[in-house]
């Protein structure tokens, strides 16, 4: 192979692996409490102008009782469905206005409510999800038509296959 084509192979080679050494790099991460007992995770990683917020709580489906099942599920639909201060989706629309994305999730051990967002409009989150923690709503009629949307996912994610049921407590 000619000297030229040898250090044309290896630029292009240097070229694409450069990106991968640089995104594996370990990024630096501190681990401290609030003094409500928060703990809080912050990972920087400075690549692009946005943040990932993510709050998780140690409710899931194994802190259920036989019979309670779906409740940590029910919950965590509950919580955007107003606050003492915002009704049912403010919540989200005001973060959807923000260009934000934002979902939750359930499972075993936990539930998580995460948005990202511009950097620039993380007060935004934070206070969002202080208030609805400090003063969220619990109207049964909603709470009703929530479970009724709890088993219609159930019924699509678990009951119609065999294969989900095998994996059910």
Not at 58 to 67: H, I, L
């Amino acid at each position: 192979m000619p000297l030229m084509l040898r250090r044309a192979a290896a630029l292009l080679l240097g070229t694409l692996y450069l990106p991968l050494v640089m995104a594996a790099e370990a990024q630096p991460t501190h681990e401290f409490f609030l003094d409500n007992g928060l703990k809080v995770i912050v990972r920087e990683d400075h690549r692009a102008p946005i943040v990932v917020s993510q709050l998780w709580y140690k409710v899931g489906s194994s802190y259920e009782s036989p019979g309670q099942t779906g409740l940590s599920h029910a919950l965590e639909h509950m919580m955007f469905k107003g606050s003492r201060k915002l009704g049912p989706g403010e919540a989200s629309r005001i973060l959807r206005e923000l260009g934000a994305e934002e979902n939750a999730f359930t499972s075993d051990d936990y539930t998580a409510y995460y948005q990202v967002l511009a950097r620039d409009r993380l007060a935004v989150a934070f206070e969002l999800e202080a208030d609805r923690l400090a003063s969220l709503k619990l109207p049964a009629e909603e709470f009703e038509r929530e479970i009724e949307v709890i088993m219609e996912e159930r019924r699509l994610r678990t009951d119609d296959k065999p294969s989900a049921l095998a994996f059910e407590r």
